[in-house]
């Protein structure tokens, strides 16, 4: 898990990566929900390097659901398995805390890959920052 120093350089990673082709960048600053204590951030790091993030938050206040969101790969590292593994880690530790289920909302590029760590898509569609999105949720087996 990043330290709390480290997550500037999080951000700066999801800068790069998730406002990479928006008009309107999300991740300029870090926001209260990332400093908040319920939320799980995980990060695998190149030296001193952010190369890959993702942070898990409460879906409502004190659920057991959580919510994945700010998944994002440094494009040369993408495609090595990394972002599976720091997803994975981030859900080891939030099942630590007692988390029940997982939900989050894919842009359509990257259901596969969430596919690919056990998510399924409900059916259900938003409108995220201006992309389509495409929700899927995971249940923990107990
Ligand atoms: C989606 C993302 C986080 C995946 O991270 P990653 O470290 O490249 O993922 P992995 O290497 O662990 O990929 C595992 C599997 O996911 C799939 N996958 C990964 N990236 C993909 C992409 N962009 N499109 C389609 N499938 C993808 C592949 O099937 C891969 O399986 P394989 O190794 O058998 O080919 C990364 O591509 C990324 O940062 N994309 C841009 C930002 C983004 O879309 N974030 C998600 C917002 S909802």
């Keep these: 898990m990043p330290r709390p120093d480290e997550l500037e350089a999080v951000r700066r990673l999801r800068h790069q990566v998730l406002d990479a082709d928006h008009a309107n960048p999300t991740e300029l600053k870090l926001s209260e929900i990332d400093k908040h204590p319920d939320v ?3 990060a695998a790091f190149a030296g001193r390097d952010v190369i890959c993030t993702v942070r898990l938050q409460p879906l409502t206040k004190g659920s057991s659901n959580y919510l994945v969101r700010k998944m994002a790969t440094r ?8 972002g599976v593994q720091v997803l994975a880690a981030a859900e080891q530790e939030a099942i630590r805390r007692g988390v029940m289920g997982f939900s989050l909302d894919s842009r359509v590029k990257a259901t596969t890959f969430y596919a690919k760590s056990g998510y399924k898509e409900t059916g259900e569609q938003v409108i995220r920052d201006g992309d389509l999105n ?8 107990k």
Excluded: A, L
Excluded at 134 to 141: A, E, G, P, R, S
């Design 134 to 141: 495409i929700t899927m949720t995971k249940q923990v087996n």
């Design 75 to 82: 494009p040369d590292y993408q495609g090595q398995g990394i």
């Design 40 to 42: 799980i951030h995980m």
